[in-house]
Nanobody, 114 residues
C-alpha cells in the first residue's frame, strides 16, 4: 500500500514561486512514473506534470516553461517547482502514479492572488 503526503502549498502573489513536495511510502516509488495533478474549484482534476523513473519529464501546455518536476528516489519524494505563478494556477495539488489504482492524498492548497 502506498500513501502520498503533499506539502508546500500556500498563498502567493501573481508572479511568485512555490515548491511543492510529495513524500510517498512504500518500496515501489523508484520504479514508477510519478505525476502532479491539480483540481480547481468546480473543475475536474487535471494532470500538470509527469516524470518517469529515469527522469524524463512531460508537462501540460498551461504550465510548460514555468513548472519543473523532479524526484529524489532515495527519499521517495517528488517535487514541483512552480515559478511565474498565475491566478489560474490556484487549485489543490496532488501527486500520484499515472498508472492509477492508488488512493489520493489530502493534497496541498495553492492560492495565487494579490
Amino acid at each position: 500500500q502506498v500513501h502520498f503526503v503533499e506539502s508546500g502549498g500556500g498563498l502567493v502573489q501573481p508572479g511568485g514561486s512555490l515548491r511543492l513536495s510529495c513524500a510517498a511510502s512504500g518500496s515501489i516509488f523508484s520504479t514508477y512514473t510519478m505525476g502532479w495533478y491539480r483540481q480547481a474549484p468546480g473543475k475536474q482534476r487535471e494532470s500538470v506534470a509527469v516524470i518517469t523513473s529515469s527522469g524524463t519529464t512531460n508537462y501540460a501546455v498551461s504550465v510548460k516553461g514555468r513548472f519543473t518536476i523532479s524526484r529524489d528516489n532515495a527519499k521517495n519524494t517528488v517535487y514541483l517547482q512552480m515559478n511565474s505563478l498565475k491566478p489560474e494556477d490556484t487549485a489543490v495539488y496532488y501527486c500520484n502514479f499515472p498508472r492509477g489504482g492508488y488512493a489520493w492524498g489530502q493534497g496541498t492548497q495553492v492560492t495565487v492572488s494579490s
